[in-house]
């Protein structure tokens, strides 16, 4: 079979599985015209429909149903194969797509990923840093890094970060006028910035518990972000208090600009996690990664 009957079948199979042209692009690093344009010569070759383009997602006609059960097989051994041959390569090579929130690319992932770089400069990873879940399968990523408990069960998970903490602080002077909340009912009173969450796009119910008991509370206040270093310097300008990530403010609770409250109902919550589809054979780059991720975690 000739290179471009390949190449239009690999690009076939590329926009069926990524249900877009726009994503199945950006992924090989191509134009949506020339994808277009390959998907066109292969139906016209075939004498069938294989895609069916609608203005939100493409759909897989039955006749490219039936092409991509033999297709998907196919490139998935060949793409093993390759694999494998890489692997006798003195150091991994490839590509990598990785999602993950900014807090978790900041303290867990990109020291790692520089450590990859130095360690395996071959190896080329995107990063693409998002507050919302992402369904990785879907927007055609390798992995994604999110805390324990927002993982799908189907994936499989590796823990590459310690447990976090939710605090609640403000400003000196702002307690100073308000006082400060001894239960976490006392919010209720208080000024409090929130967060819009990136997922179901609700606001934040603050979540407490001590001995086993469980407190949640919606709380009003004069801002709502989706930025936790808004929030901190909302609270650090006296606008209210802010829950944020304990790291985040430690240097602002150590030097007294902000003053931790309500620090007995903070328990920890589960850390990052590396989160990826099963994979028989992982690519060599996929598996660096996998390595210095463990070797790194320090848990």
Known sequence: MLNDELSDLANFAAVADARSFTRA??????SQSALSQSVRRLEERLKQR????TTRSVMPTPAGEQLLSTLRPALGEIEAQLNALSELRELPSGSLRLTAGRHAVETVLWPALLRLNTRYPDIKVEVSIEPALTDIVIEQYDAGVRRGEQIARDMIALRIGPDLRMVVVGCPAYLAEHGIPVEPQDLTHHRCCNIRLPTSGGLYAWEFERDGRSVTVNVDGPFVLNDMRLLI???LHGAGLAIV????VAPFTADGRLV???????PPIS???LYYPNRRHPSPAFAALLKELRANSHL
């Open 25 to 30: 692009a950006a992924k090989l690093g191509k």
């Open 50 to 53: 294989l895609l069916t383009r």
């Open 233 to 235: 310097d909302a609270a």
């Open 245 to 248: 990530l304990e790291d985040m």
């Open 260 to 266: 931790r409250v309500l620090e007995d109902w903070s």
């Open 271 to 273: 850390g990052y996690h």
